[in-house]
T-cell receptor, first 113, second 115 residues
Framework: AQTVTQSQPEMSVQEAETVTLSCTYD???????LFWYKQPPSRQMILVIR??????QNATENRFSVNFQKAAKSFSLKISDSQLGDAAMYFC??????????FGAGTRLTVKP | DVKVTQSSRYLVKRTGEKVFLECVQD?????MFWYRQDPGLGLRLIYF???????EKGDIPEGYSVSREKKERFSLILESASTNQTSMYLC??????????????FGEGSWLTVV
């Protein structure tokens, strides 16, 4: 079974600095999707960024970018110019089929003013 | 904007009670999900539905059942609540069509405490 590991339960970053959240996953498949979701204290989970495994180019969304290393099965999230509103729980997720979305345990990010 | 609405944010139920958690989405999505979220464990899939009256078990279906009589509504049922079902429950939906890259949209969650 596919598993997703987030080895950092908690991270903190100074406002305006850059932080990287780690994620590794285990799969024998070649085609799949990877996601980072953000869950702010209000609890509604929202999509931050998505990566298709067949694409070599790393996805970017404004201040958010990923470092996708397919061979190493690594999918880290980099947040640049951190803002107070970035404070949240971040979940890495893997999806192969519609009914098989696996989440990591999450990383709680604190942003210090 | 996609809206996934969970009817109850906070519930307190007694052991042995039958509990219904309701979820409605307004985007005509084919797929709907129920997840359970616990600290240190992330989100675990309880049940998945890809069409009206169709369902598939997820990783932790024991003690739960689901109902999908209408496309927009997906209910999670705890037949006889137990204290180990105290948790946050998240409903989600996504469009179907076999494309696994579709965004999954989540509701705000339902905090269930079983005493």
């Amino acid at each position: 079974a596919q598993t997703v590991t987030q080895s950092q339960p908690e991270m903190s970053v100074q406002e305006a600095e850059t932080v990287t959240l780690s994620c590794t996953y285990d799969t024998s498949e070649s085609d799949y999707y990877l996601f980072w979701y953000k869950q702010p204290p209000s609890r509604q989970m929202i999509l931050v960024i998505r990566q298709e495994a067949y694409k070599q180019q790393n996805a970017t969304e404004n201040r958010f970018s990923v470092n996708f290393q397919k061979a190493a099965k690594s999918f880290s999230l980099k947040i640049s110019d951190s803002q107070l509103g970035d404070a949240a729980m971040y979940f890495c997720a893997y999806r192969r089929t519609n009914n098989d979305m696996r989440f990591g345990a999450g990383t709680r990010l604190t942003v210090k003013p | 904007d996609v809206k996934v609405t969970q009817s109850s944010r906070y519930l307190v139920k007694r052991t042995g009670e039958k509990v219904f958690l309701e979820c409605v989405q307004d985007m005509d999505h084919e797929n709907m999900f129920w997840y359970r979220q616990d600290p240190g464990l992330g989100l675990r899939l309880i049940y998945f539905s890809y069409d009206v009256k169709m369902k598939e078990k997820g990783d932790i279906p024991e003690g739960y059942s689901v109902s999908r009589e209408k496309k927009e509504r997906f209910s999670l049922i705890l037949e006889s609540a137990s204290t180990n079902q105290t948790s946050m429950y998240l409903c989600a939906s996504s469009s179907g069509g076999g494309y696994s890259g579709n965004t999954i949209y989540f509701g705000e969650g339902s905090w269930l405490t079983v005493v």
